[in-house]
T-cell receptor, first 110, second 115 residues
């Protein structure tokens, strides 16, 4: 099955700085790569996703890039704010199931 | 309001007990998942289902079973609970979009403690 690796496990940035989280996947047939944000004590929620036929997607301050050849994708958050502090998960759909990375705990210091 | 519901929210039980974690969704979704979230955050796939009478195993499926008799209901059963099962269990659902985008909606989770 699909194996997703995510780095770093923790990330601390100053408010206003950018944050980048990287993921790699193992199954070359994977075709869909979402990112979820989980705030403390809350459910994970989808924040952005990308399909395998697209190289980059943006939504306001967040963007995702995909390199199919290298089998890695990244989440970029610009102009970080304290409310961006949360755990972020990447995921990949290989076949019919959705596998998640181990998560990145992002802390944005005011 | 359409949502995905998990009960109980918290459960403390003794070793060896059989338990069932409930998950129901009123979103009309075909696909449902169970994940185990450990204290280190990682989400491990336990089981998933494409629809009624369809269930598939994930990575941590050996000690649990699921059933999908109705579209809206996807219970998870641990036949004999052990302290290693202490964790948060998250249920999720999605529209079965085949090769299209697939947004997962998560329940609030069941926090299980096995003594």
């Amino acid at each position: 099955g699909e194996n997703v690796e995510q780095h770093p496990s923790t990330l601390s940035v100053q408010e206003g700085d950018s944050a980048v989280i990287k993921c790699t996947y193992s199954d070359s047939a994977s075709n869909y790569f979402p990112w979820y944000k989980q705030e403390l004590g809350k459910r994970p929620q989808l924040i952005i996703d990308i399909r395998s036929n697209v190289g980059e997607k943006k939504d306001q301050r967040i963007a995702v890039t995909l390199n199919k050849t290298a089998k890695h994708f990244s989440l970029h958050i610009t102009e970080t704010q304290p409310e961006d502090s949360a755990v972020y998960f990447c995921a990949a759909r290989g076949g019919w199931d959705m596998r998640f990375g181990a998560g990145t705990r992002l802390t944005v210091k005011p | 309001e359409a949502d995905i519901y998990q009960t109980p929210r918290y459960l403390v039980i003794g070793t060896g007990k059989k338990i069932t974690l409930e998950c129901s969704q009123t979103m009309g979704h075909d696909k449902m998942y169970w994940y185990q979230q450990d204290p280190g955050m990682e989400l491990h796939l336990i089981h998933y289902s494409y629809g009624v009478n369809s269930t598939e195993k994930g990575d941590l499926s050996s000690e649990s079973t699921v059933s999908r008799i109705r579209t809206e209901h996807f219970p998870l059963t641990l036949e004999s609970a052990r302290p290693s099962h202490t964790s948060q269990y998250l249920c999720a659902s999605s529209e079965f979009g085949g090769r299209a985008n697939e947004k997962l909606f998560f329940g609030s989770g069941t926090q299980l403690s096995v003594l």
